[in-house]
T-cell receptor, first 115, second 115 residues
Framework: AQKITQTQPGMFVQEKEAVTLDCTYD???????LFWYKQPSSGEMIFLIY??????QNATEGRYSLNFQKARKSANLVISASQLGDSAMYFC????????????FGAGTTVTVRA | NAGVMQNPRHLVRRRGQEARLRCSPM?????VYWYRQLPEEGLKFMVY????????ESGMPKERFSAEFPKEGPSILRIQQVVRGDSAAYFC?????????????FGPGTRLTVL
């Protein structure tokens, strides 16, 4: 069974600094995808970034980058130059090819950006 | 191009009543997924549908819950005889046929409160 672990329930970061959100996963399938979503207080789920298990390079999308360490089964999200609008809950999710449409989500990490 | 639409955004029901949650996928998307988010938890997969077909409903409770995605109109998640434990946020996501295994685009969710 798939498992996503986010060990940081909450984090504080100073505006303009970088923050790293941890995510480890467990799967026996060699082909899988990893996702990060942002959920602000308004409740919607916003897709941030995707990393495929066979991708050679770490994914980047603007201020978001994914530190993908396949051997350690970790897919940490790095948010650079934090902004007040980054305050939200962040979820790591995984899809593997044995369940190629189901996303399995971690419990989430709350990020609070301080001015 | 409008995103995934869900309505209502908030729904209040008394125990024993029925709840109907609607999801209109993004234009051109023929795959719909429903997830449930209990308070302080990540999203849990419920059901995966394509037009007129239920592909996987392994995450749905066996009783009282049903889902459909007709040829015309939105996808409907129906909860009969609601109980307090059904109180949660219900998210719909959609993906395009040719990228069914990558991004899932989420709607804003429906927050169900059972009194």
């Amino acid at each position: 069974a798939q498992k996503i672990t986010q060990t940081q329930p909450g984090m504080f970061v100073q505006e303009k600094e970088a923050v790293t959100l941890d995510c480890t996963y467990d799967t026996s399938d060699p082909s899988y995808g990893l996702f990060w979503y942002k959920q602000p207080s308004s409740g919607e789920m916003i897709f941030l970034i995707y990393q495929g298990s066979y991708d050679q390079q770490n994914a980047t999308e603007g201020r978001y980058s994914l530190n993908f360490q396949k051997a350690r089964k970790s897919a940490n999200l790095v948010i650079s130059a934090s902004q007040l609008g980054d305050s939200a809950m962040y979820f790591c999710a995984m899809r593997d090819d044995s369940n190629d449409y189901k996303l399995s989500f971690g419990a989430g990490t709350t990020v609070t950006v301080r001015a | 191009n409008a995103g995934v639409m869900q309505n209502p955004r908030h729904l209040v029901r008394r125990r024993g009543q029925e709840a109907r949650l609607r999801c209109s996928p993004m234009k051109g998307h023929s795959h719909v997924y429903w997830y449930r988010q209990l308070p302080e938890e990540g999203l849990k997969f419920m059901v995966y549908l394509q037009k007129e077909n239920i592909i996987d409903e392994s995450g749905m409770p066996k009783e009282r819950f049903s889902a459909e995605f007709p040829k015309e109109g939105p996808s409907i998640l129906r909860i009969q005889q609601v109980v307090r434990g059904d109180s949660a946020a219900y998210f719909c996501a959609s993906s395009p046929r040719d990228r069914a295994y990558n991004e899932q685009f989420f709607g804003p969710g429906t927050r169900l409160t059972v009194l």
